[in-house]
Nanobody, 121 residues
Framework: QVQLVESGGGLVQDGGSLRLSCAAS????????MGWYRQAPGKQRELVAT???????NYADSVKGRFSISRDNAKNTVYLQMNSLKPEDTAVYYC???????????????WGQGTQVTVSS
């Protein structure tokens, strides 16, 4: 069974930085794309950033120039460096993996449990 475990969330002041990590565990052979989504109270979950196995990236307009996504394919880990954080970035951040192949199964989509990011003004 494949699981995603996030870490790195917390409380930070306006203008501060945080780095989120998400490691996929299990007998993984490959992962097509990994990414980060977030959900603020009373709002729908939204895309933050994604990265493919060939390092093609995509960002939400609201985080372009402030956030940077990267991945270590050997470790099946994706990172999100968040700089110049704003109170409106406050949300639960979820890690996502698309098309995960193991020795015996293909998972279309896997989600992590989420990590809270709170930016105080």
């Amino acid at each position: 069974q494949v699981q995603l475990v996030e870490s790195g969330g917390g409380l930070v002041q306006d203008g501060g930085s945080l780095r989120l990590s998400c490691a996929a565990s299990g007998s993984i052979r490959s992962i097509n794309a990994m990414g980060w989504y977030r959900q603020a109270p009373g709002k729908q979950r939204e895309l933050v950033a994604t990265i493919t196995s060939s390092d093609n990236t995509n960002y939400a307009d609201s985080v372009k120039g402030r956030f940077s996504i990267s991945r270590d394919n050997a470790k099946n880990t994706v990172y999100l460096q968040m700089n110049s954080l704003k109170p409106e970035d406050t949300a639960v951040y979820y890690c996502n993996a698309e098309k995960v192949f193991t020795a015996t199964w293909r998972y279309n989509t896997i989600w992590g449990q989420g990590t809270q990011v709170t930016v105080s003004s």
